[in-house]
């Protein structure tokens, strides 16, 4: 049996409840902390409830004897001990950075796992030096001056990932990150995604988008009605065929110079 700690997440029989509705449903699985994951699956199929999960801000509905939901070895966590380890993406939280910030106070605060800076965080040279590597890493450094309101998507995604990438973190999720992007700053994306990768950091990467999958990603978890429908690695996962009955539509892949493609 596998010592708790040997995994990024460990999930057994974790059910999560909705207005009466299990949104996820009997879960099991273990994501060691070498691996780089696709996260696919309809819309509602509880893969963002999943991510909210494995990053500490969901709970299991139920916590019987034989339910497992462990972070990095620990059942219990807060916040700040997850923020050096988890980086997190999400559009929700770009949602939440729609004020009156700029690109620069954006990265910083991901020292502080806050929206922004205040008086009340201290700001040392030493964030400040590495939140400049950070940005010059994800080619915005022009923009470090701009409010985040007044960014493109895709602009404004680059400087979370920077936000997220500041704490150095083990495990970078990003839960559709080239939602709106045009297909050029999809590409340039997925660049980075590669860049993150071969940086040593591992990626979590929830999408839609066949593109979106960087060669470095060797499992794919599928869910379908909050259960997962398939968990393997891309030879025997990431198929025409599950994916055609992951959808219940004629799929095909296809793959060019690294980039996937569906149809
Ligand atoms: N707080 C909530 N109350 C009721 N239902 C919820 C709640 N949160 C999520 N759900 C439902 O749970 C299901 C799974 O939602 P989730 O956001 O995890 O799906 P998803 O796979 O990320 O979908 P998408 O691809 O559209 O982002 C959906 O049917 C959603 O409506
Ligand atoms: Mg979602």
């Not at 800076?117 to 590597?133: G, P, Q, Y």
């Amino acid at each position: 049996m596998e010592k708790p700690g040997n995994s990024f997440i460990e999930l057994k029989n974790v059910s999560v409840l909705r207005g009466g509705i299990k949104i996820l449903d009997n879960i099991n699985l273990n994501i060691n902390p070498n691996e780089n994951v696709a996260v696919i699956g309809p819309n509602g199929s509880g893969k963002s409830t999943f991510i909210k999960l494995i990053t500490g801000a969901l709970h299991p509905s139920y916590t019987g004897d034989d339910t497992v939901c462990r972070l990095f070895g620990n059942s219990k966590w807060n916040i700040s001990e997850l923020r050096g380890r988890l980086g997190i993406v999400t559009n929700e939280l770009q949602y939440d950075f729609h004020s009156d910030i700029t690109g620069f106070e954006t990265v910083l605060s991901g020292f502080f796992s806050s929206v922004g800076i205040s008086i009340n965080h201290t700001v040392t040279d030493e964030m400040k030096e590495k939140a400049v590597r950070m940005t010059d890493f994800m080619e915005i450094s022009a923009l470090n001056g701009r409010k985040i309101e007044t960014m493109s998507s895709g602009e404004a995604r680059r400087f979370l990932i920077a936000r997220a990438l500041v704490n150095e973190p083990e495990v970078l999720i990003l839960d559709e990150p080239s939602n709106s992007l045009d297909i050029s700053s999809a590409a340039k994306l997925h660049k980075t995604m590669r860049k993150i990768s071969s940086s040593g950091t591992k990626i979590i990467l929830v999408t839609h988008l066949a593109s979106d999958i960087i060669p470095e990603i060797g499992r794919f978890i599928f869910f379908k009605n909050g259960k997962i429908f398939a968990d393997g690695n891309r030879k025997d996962v990431f198929t025409g065929p599950v994916l055609s009955s992951l959808f219940d539509m004629d799929a095909e892949l296809s793959e060019k110079d690294g980039i996937c493609r569906l149809a």
